[in-house]
């Protein structure tokens, strides 16, 4: 089975620190996505890439920054972390071109104080 | 622009059926829908092609209207296990075959069974 992992499941952060959430997948996949998760919002699009070094934002990429240098690493990166990122901060990766399914990681609770 | 999933919630006894809706202002290419437990990642259920084809998974099956531009999830006989949020996740038309799994979400459907 696919493995997507992101590398804390909880984080806790200061207003204005640099923030890194990583994600790992083991299936070869050539593209990989950050999405974030609010109640009542679902689940929006931040950052995404098809390929290493390749990257595309999503619809909420403000605030955000995203780092691929190897295939199996996707990294999302808030510059500046503010109270209204807190959330859950969720990884995915998928196969090809199509319109393919999504492997999701569980997830990272963010909470910026 | 996020597809509009209905109703927000739904609260079942076992052995009752449901039904979730998916709606876009939008052509769409494909529909995906997504399960996601408390605590857990989202899984994925099933993909519908733009055609109106109508796909199954266990007791639950899907619709896709592409004239509506409306997808619908039909939940039969549930049971405890179905309990989550369901999700909706669009690929419009203009993306077409390159959409490199890229979605667009519903809000989506919290779905409780009680025994």
């Known amino acids: 089975d696919v493995k997507v992992t992101q590398s804390s499941r909880y984080l806790v952060k200061r207003t204005g620190e640099k923030v890194f959430l990583e994600c790992v997948q083991d299936m070869d996949h050539e593209n990989m996505f950050w999405y974030r998760q609010d109640p009542g919002l679902g689940l929006r699009l931040i950052y995404f890439s098809y390929d290493v070094k390749m990257k595309e934002k999503g619809d909420i990429p403000e605030g955000y920054s995203v780092s691929r240098e190897k295939k199996e690493r996707f990294s999302l990166i808030l510059e500046s972390a503010s109270t209204n990122q807190t959330s859950m901060y969720l990884c995915?990766?998928?196969f090809g071109a199509g319109s393919e399914k999504l492997f999701f990681g569980s997830g990272t609770q963010l909470s910026v104080l | 622009q996020q597809p509009v999933q209905s109703p927000q919630a739904v609260i079942l006894r076992e052995g009752e059926d449901a039904v979730i809706n998916c709606s876009s202002s939008k052509a769409l290419y494909s529909v995906h829908w997504y399960r996601q437990k408390h605590g857990e990642a989202p899984v994925f259920l099933m993909i519908l092609l733009k055609g109106g084809e109508q796909k199954g998974h266990e007791k639950i099956s899907a619709s896709f209207n592409e004239k509506k531009q409306q997808s619908s999830l039909y939940l039969t006989a549930s049971q405890l296990s179905y309990s989550g949020t369901y999700f909706c996740?669009?690929?419009?038309?203009?993306?077409?075959?390159?959409?490199?799994?890229?979605?667009?979400f519903g809000q989506g459907t919290i779905l409780t069974v009680h025994p």
């Open positions: 995915a990766s998928s």
């Open positions: 996740g669009t690929v419009t038309e203009n993306a077409g075959g390159t959409s490199y799994g890229k979605l667009t």
